[in-house]
Nanobody
Framework: VQLQASGGGLAQAGGSLRLSCSASGRTFSNYIMGWFRRAPGKEREFVSSFNRNGDKTYYTDSVKGRFTISRDIAKSTVYLQMNSLKPEDMGVYYC????????????????????WGQGTQVTVSS
């Protein structure tokens, strides 16, 4: 599956951005879609994901209550709505796809995701 992320840019602290990730090539519903990010000088980390059925969502603690993951199956697109942005949210955001068979405990692991988008830069000014 090919993933194309977009929607990054510059926002002020407290502002919002919405990232989009369009999937093509294979059946969208066969994959668990999620978002990761890499802050400057840090390793890539898990941000948010669906479960395999797409009816539950998961977030890293630092974004809970501020970020919302959603999807449009008809458009094969996953979104990440980011509100109340903080300077520490800055980084390159990647959408990723894991096989639907991935167990819940592995959803936050990079190695579980076989397909990655190219990344989109999010910059937050204080």
């Amino acid at each position: 599956v090919q993933l194309q992320a977009s929607g990054g840019g510059l926002a002020q602290a407290g502002g919002s951005l919405r990232l989009s990730c369009s999937a093509s090539g294979r059946t969208f519903s066969n994959y668990i879609m999620g978002w990761f990010r890499r802050a400057p000088g840090k390793e890539r980390e898990f941000v948010s994901s669906f479960n395999r059925n797409g009816d539950k969502t998961y977030y890293t603690d630092s974004v809970k209550g501020r970020f919302t993951i959603s999807r449009d199956i008809a458009k094969s697109t996953v979104y990440l709505q980011m509100n109340s942005l903080k300077p520490e949210d800055m980084g390159v955001y990647y959408c990723a796809a894991a096989p639907r068979s991935t167990i819940l405990s592995a959803i936050g692991n990079e190695g579980s995701h076989y397909y990655w988008g190219q990344g989109t830069q999010v910059t937050v000014s204080s």
